[in-house]
């Protein structure tokens, strides 16, 4: 059974970073691509960023040159570095994990975490 579990979520001002990272366990996710939502209340989940297992990166127009994605195989994990944090950004952000498929979709997931809260005041 895998399990993802986020980590790194907070409060910050606007302009500051956060890194959020995710852990998996139950199963190596160095074959599978995985990627990272974010669902602000009232509105749906949205893409943020993916990473293919070949490190091939995809990020959502809205935080292009903001946040950078990256994964560490051999520990399993995959990060997210927020920078320049603006309110907009504040959300639930959830981390995924599927075998192959189109990164930016939701449905396109098998696994996902339970999410980390980020909040960026203004």
């Known amino acids: 059974q895998v399990q993802l579990v986020e980590s790194g979520g907070g409060s910050v001002q606007a302009g500051g970073s956060l890194r959020l990272s995710c852990a998996a366990s139950?199963?190596?996710?160095?074959?599978?691509?995985r990627g990272w939502f974010r669902q602000a209340p009232g509105k749906e989940r949205e893409f943020v960023a993916g990473?293919?297992?070949?490190?091939?990166?995809y990020y959502a127009d809205s935080v292009k040159g903001r946040f950078t994605i990256s994964r560490d195989n051999p520990k399993n994990t995959v990060d997210l570095q927020m920078n320049s944090l603006k309110p907009e950004d504040t959300a639930l952000y959830y981390c995924?994990?599927?075998?192959?498929?189109?990164?930016?979709?939701?449905?396109?997931?098998?696994?996902w975490g339970q999410g980390t809260q980020v909040t960026v005041s203004s």
């Open positions: 139950g199963r190596d996710l160095s074959s599978y691509e």
């Open positions: 990473i293919r297992w070949s490190g091939i990166t």
């Open positions: 995924a994990a599927v075998r192959s498929g189109a990164l930016n979709f939701a449905a396109t997931y098998d696994y």
